[in-house]
Each structure stands twice: as C-alpha cells, then as structure tokens.
C-alpha cells in the first residue's frame, strides 16, 4: 500500500523560512513524478510545485518559483519543498502527491497517492 507521509509544517514569522518533507513507501520513488500542493482554508486546492521522475525536471506555480525549490532524495524515498520568504498568503495545508508516471502535471487528478497534509501558518 502506498504512503505518503508529510511533515515540517508550523508556525512561522513573513519572511521566514520553512522545509516540508515527504516521505513515500511502497512505490517506485524514483520513476515517479511528485508533487506539492495547498489548499487555503475556504479555498481550491491550488498547484505549487512538480518534480518529474524522469529526469527531474521542475515546475513551479508562478506565485512561488522564486520563494520555493522542490528537490527529492531517491535514496531516501523522500521530496521536499524548500519555502524561502514565507508570507502569510502561503499559509495553508500542504500536501505531496504521488503518480503512477514518470511524468509531471500541475492538475491533482494526475496524482493518484495523496498525503494527509502538513499545516503552515505564516504571521506578519
């Protein structure tokens, strides 16, 4: 059974930095294209950042390619979402998403595994 498991969210000050981790079991990690996303409260859940598990390539929503960097560890089964200069309209629950392809997608129906979030609050 695949899992993902999240963790690192928290409370943090704008300006902030914060790192976010996932764990995956019972997959192929390292063909597999990873995702981030978030869903503010009363809101869609929202696209942020891809890794495609083909060569790695990244994607990034525009709000945050310049503030996050979606790295992974194949040896370790496990993305990360690096988030620099946090600002409180980041504030949300972040999830990781896992598909069964090497390639990546900005749409959450292209993810078939889902982790069960990881809050992060920013304050000004």
């Known amino acids: 059974q695949v899992q993902l498991v999240e963790s690192g969210g928290g409370l943090v000050q704008a300006g902030d930095s914060l790192r976010l981790s996932c764990l995956v079991s019972?997959?192929?990690?390292?063909?597999?294209?990873m995702g981030w996303f978030r869903q503010a409260s009363g809101k869609k859940r929202e696209f942020e950042a891809a890794?495609?598990?083909?060569?790695?390539?990244?994607d990034y929503a525009d709000t945050v390619k310049d503030r996050f960097i979606i790295s992974r560890d194949n040896a370790k089964n496990t993305v990360y979402l690096q988030m620099n200069s946090l600002k409180p309209e980041d504030t949300a629950t972040y999830y990781c998403?896992?598909?069964?392809?090497?390639?990546?997608?900005?749409?959450?129906?292209?993810?078939?595994?889902w982790g069960q979030g990881t809050q992060v609050t920013v304050s000004s």
């Open positions: 019972a997959l192929q990690f390292s063909s597999s294209a």
């Open positions: 998403a896992a598909a069964d392809d090497e390639y990546d997608s900005r749409f959450e129906q292209w993810y078939e595994y």
């Open positions: 890794s495609s598990g083909k060569n790695e390539a990244t």
